[in-house]
């Protein structure tokens, strides 16, 4: 579940950064990273369920409960109640304490600053969202 976490935030942040918007980056996000995350979760969870075939039935329910916790998780959490708390959140959500952000600068952990072509070419994919 934390890769699915890490790949819907990073391209939130993605978009934030390019919008400033806090409402528009979660959506876009969302819509950009959904189907990959609810695809690998199925995946996964049809690799899983595959427990369920057992004859013993500890691995049976160790199937279906890994397997519903799965598809849940990715559902519910990621796509419906983490954007729901981010859009709510608004500005909160990049909220840092102040030696948080001096090490993360300190270390060279952000990200460098995009130049005028590179601003232009990344704004094409917000025109097509439907938002």
Do not use: C
Request: net charge neutral; proline share 2%.
């Amino acid at each position: 579940s934390m890769d699915y976490e890490l790949f819907i935030l990073g391209r939130i942040l993605e978009f934030h950064e390019r919008t400033h918007d806090t409402r528009i980056a979660v959506a876009s996000g969302i819509q950009v990273s959904a189907r990959a995350i609810t695809m690998a979760a199925i995946v996964l969870a049809i690799v899983l369920a595959a427990f369920i075939s057992s004859r013993t039935a500890l691995l049976k329910l160790i199937g279906l409960g890994v397997s519903f916790s799965i598809i849940f998780d990715a559902t519910v959490v990621r796509l419906i109640l983490v954007p729901g708390m981010m859009s709510m959140m608004g500005g909160l959500n990049w909220w840092a304490p102040s030696f948080i952000k001096r090490l993360v600068r300190g270390l060279g952990w952000q990200e460098r600053e995009l130049d005028n072509h590179e601003q232009q070419h990344e704004q094409q994919p917000l025109e097509n969202l439907n938002l």
